[in-house]
């Protein structure tokens, strides 16, 4: 069972990602902030990370980077509700550090299972 890290500091949004996802037959973990996402996959790596981009703590940007660094083989998904700047911003700086999906918020559940499917192939 693939496993997918979901990071975003709205506890309502991980756990819809984490029903949704664990209903498609994903094992899902989760955490609240980059640091501690970076942690919890350094601890157990995982098939995919879904990341927010706007975050206290260590935002998205500086996670993928992060991420890229120490594994560079890992499959980012960024997502963004888009702040003062509107997402679209956010979202293709998040592509060029290496996300290679990206979803503003609200996102069609429908769409992001199927960027998950295509890159877990």
Do not use: C, W
């Not at 290679?100 to 992001?112: C, V």
Request: charge should be negative; proline fraction near 6%; hydrophobic fraction near 45%.
């Amino acid at each position: 069972m693939p496993l997918i890290l979901v990071i975003d500091d709205e506890v309502h949004i991980r756990t819809l990602l984490r029903e949704m996802l664990e209903r498609a037959g994903y094992e899902v973990m989760d955490a609240p902030d980059g640091e501690k996402g970076i942690r919890l996959y350094r601890e157990n790596p995982a098939d995919l990370v879904i990341t927010d981009i706007i975050m206290p703590k260590k935002e998205g940007l500086e996670t993928i980077t992060d991420l890229r660094v120490e594994f560079p083989e890992v499959k980012i998904i960024a997502m963004s509700g888009g702040g003062t700047v509107g997402p679209e911003s956010y979202l293709q700086i998040a592509e060029g550090f290496g996300a290679l999906r990206i979803f503003a918020k609200p996102f069609k559940m429908n769409e992001l299972l199927a960027a998950i499917q295509e890159l877990l192939g």
